[in-house]
């Protein structure tokens, strides 16, 4: 089983739905993440949290929420959806330290119409 | 702030050529540097690292040496294979960097063709 998990693999929505993004570990890791893929642009970081109680905005968080419901579990929300974020999205996690590996989950393409 | 950057791609290569995709960097502290490469439809995952000034990351034929004095983390593989073909991350994760952040930060990525 794939330590990194994210559901759903492929969505397809309209303009202002609420779209919930889910992203589950077995790593055991403290840290997680979420980014964004869009081509020629890299990955960018929406959002990360250290631990259950600590969330930290990212370079482009507006128009994103984020809960961090268990250790191993790490959603993302799109309140009211628009085409621009139409993307690919990744979660990853770490351990420890500044210079731990980031272990990254599968993706979620995400299609707003 | 902190910064990668990686030659623009695409690349198109014949089986068994020489690959080099550089990428230097910039940052406020002393970063791990990474190469992430994703195959189609996959997502990201790590190709090598080095975690400090003349480390050589090396795995699967591919290696990278972190050349503090140029800031660069150039991507090398002697003899490139088709199943290579992917696109590859250059990036860097810089403790240092406004306190305890541990985030990593992205080249835009490079895409590889290799062709047989």
């Known amino acids: 089983d794939a330590d990194v998990t994210q559901t759903p693999r492929n969505r397809i929505t309209k303009t202002g739905k609420r779209i919930m993004l889910e992203c589950s570990q077995t790593k055991g890791h403290d840290r997680m993440y979420w980014y964004r893929q869009d081509p020629g642009l890299g990955l960018r970081l929406i959002y990360y949290?250290?631990?259950?109680?600590?969330?930290n905005k990212g370079e482009i968080s507006d128009g994103y929420s984020v809960s961090r419901q268990a250790q191993a579990k790490f959603s993302l929300s799109l309140e009211s959806a628009i085409p621009n974020q139409t993307a690919l999205y990744f979660c990853a996690t770490a351990g420890q330290g500044g210079r731990d590996t980031q272990y990254f989950g599968p993706g979620t393409r995400l299609t707003v119409l | 702030g902190d910064s990668v950057t990686q030659m623009e791609g695409p690349v198109t290569l014949s089986e068994e050529a020489f690959l080099t995709i550089n990428c230097t960097y910039t940052a406020t502290g002393y970063p791990s540097l990474f190469w992430y490469v994703q195959y189609p439809g996959e997502g990201l995952q790590l190709l090598l690292k080095a975690t400090k000034a003349d480390d050589k990351g090396s795995n699967k034929g591919f290696e990278a040496t972190y050349r503090k004095e140029t800031t660069s983390f150039h991507l090398e593989k002697g003899s490139v294979q088709v199943s290579d073909s992917a696109v590859y991350f250059c990036a860097l994760s810089d403790p240092n960097s406004g306190g305890s952040n541990y985030k990593l930060t992205f080249g835009k990525g490079t895409l590889l063709t290799v062709n047989p």
């Open positions: 949290s250290f631990d259950v109680k600590d969330i």
